[in-house]
């Protein structure tokens, strides 16, 4: 045992170094955890707010983004712009939103070319594989077309007619000899432009561009449409119709 | 005190108004050179150098990242395209060659507003100011680079009032200013030289480039020096002057090694001896005593240092 009195002189500068490490650490740590906290929830982004084409996804889109605005400013639309506090997205990142002015979908990609960091993915070299968002039919109560008049703006409008957006026949059972021509979107061809929502006629657009993570949803795997099955199969999966047990409480033939 | 409110008057005295005025007026050119880089653009339609502080291309062939924002990206478990990584090599390399902090003082938009503040506080007597250590915003670099690792984004872009007030006037994002005004008022009110002396992580990151990079100032007319302490009150990181200045005793060299230094030139602005010029790392020699004025004798230095460590040092 050491006798505490006899001790050697303890360095000042060693103690004022661990308050320092104790003080500011503790300061830094509660630092990191609300950056943390913050650069978590900075990626919960209003639905109305879309990424430039190419973007990776939300989260590694925050990891890649400096917030240079080189896109912005190649945008030859003024499409783009840089978000500032009250915007929604992270602030200084790069958005649109389709209902001010949609993405032209320009041929050579100025936006994705300028990107120096890659977070609009520079793979991306045909616009018409863009996916900054996916149509919705978001008020299928206000469409005029779902309310059997034939208005077909978005329809008109869309730069991949007739393979992003087509119009479904459908009877009209109200007038009962009217048909309804519904406008129905197909996720795999709809690039999210916005040009759909940007021309619908109503005050509040019936058709609305949503980030792909919220409207273009993958089917989960387990789920087997027998029809394609069975058209891979190249015919019928079971032998014959199944005979299936009678379960009427009185039992016996129907 | 009272002697330092008005720190230039002894040297616009000694070597006339330009002599004692130069730094600064280079500064603010050089300042607002890179700010016109990018706003002639926008304004009149030359574009020059897009972007911003952050990553830019100038010319359509010179691409410059910061390296900090790069390191967070890094961080975030990005990896970068070539075109930012060569920006952000370029970046590097001039500020190795140039002087780490040189980007705190001749290129970063807050440095005037916190250099207003700073001389405000000298104008109006405000001597109040938190104590806090230079070394914190060490901590703070390193809480910046853990957070962008745990939230896996560039985390201090979310909340950088650097870079915010360089989009304010390059982007028109206006709400972004914010930040620079709640510095200013820190600076003003707080703490002295609080934002960019005690917490700022771009500037301590740019510091430790600074602890190796080549361009410096030295004290190498230090035998001139006749303690007015004009320089203590004028620099931004006064705490680095001191090795250099008073280090005849210690056999320190007269080279300001310390990453702290921005090499604003305020020193050599003020010093009405001309102590200080512009000097390479490891251009340790010093000048002959009889060089600019005649020599304060040394029994003076020694008696005067412990009322000045009292009054000005950290």
Known sequence: MSDPNSSIPRDPRRRKALQDMTRFGGGAAVAATMLTAFGVSSRARPAQTLRPPGALS???????????????RDCPYDTLKLADWADGPAVGTPFFQARNVPCEMCD??????????????????????????????????????????????????????????????????????????????HAEYCTGCGKCEKSCVLTDAAIKVLPVEVAALKQDEHYKRGWEEKAKAGGALVDAPLKLPVRRPEGGAP | MTANVRPYVEARAAKGLWAASRFLVLRRTSQLFFLALFLSGPLLGIWIAKGTLASSMTL?????????????????????????????????????????????????????????AAWLRRRLGITVTAKVRPNLRLYFVGAVLAASVLSGSIAWELINPVTALHRALVFGLWFGAGGTLAIFVFDLLVAKHGWCGHLCPV????????????????????????????????????HVISPALRGERTGAPPVITAGDCTVCG????????????????????VRPESSMTAPVPAARVVTSQPAALERDLP
């Open chain 1, 58 to 72: 939300e989260k590694d889109f925050l990891a890649a983004c400096v917030r240079c605005g080189l896109c912005v």
């Open chain 1, 108 to 185: 050579t990609i100025p936006c994705v070319k300028a990107c120096p960091t890659g977070a609009l993915d520079h793979a991306l070299t045909d616009i018409a594989k863009a996916k900054m968002g996916v149509a919705v039919i978001t008020s299928r109560e206000t469409c005029l077309n779902l309310q059997g008049l034939r208005c077909d703006v978005c329809y008109r409008v869309c730069p991949a007619i007739d393979k992003a957006i087509t119009l479904e026949l459908s009877h009209n059972a109200r007038t009962t000899k009217h048909a309804i021509f519904e406008p129905v979107i």
């Open chain 2, 60 to 116: 359509g062939t010179l691409p410059l990242t910061d390296p900090f924002v790069f390191l967070q990206s890094l961080a975030a478990r990005h990896w970068p395209e070539g075109l930012s990584a060569t920006g952000a090599a370029i970046v590097l390399a001039c500020y190795l060659l140039v002087g780490g902090r040189t980007y705190c003082s001749w290129v970063c938009p807050v440095n005037p507003v916190t250099d207003l």
């Open chain 2, 203 to 238: 500037g301590a990151f740019y510091g430790q480039i600074g602890k190796v990079a080549l361009l410096r100032v030295t004290a190498d007319n230090r035998a001139a020096c006749n303690d007015c302490m004009d320089c203590f009150a004028v620099c931004p990181e006064s």
């Open chain 2, 266 to 285: 305020a020193c050599i602005d003020v010093c009405s001896k001309q102590v200080f010029h512009l000097g390479l790392r490891g251009r340790n020699a």
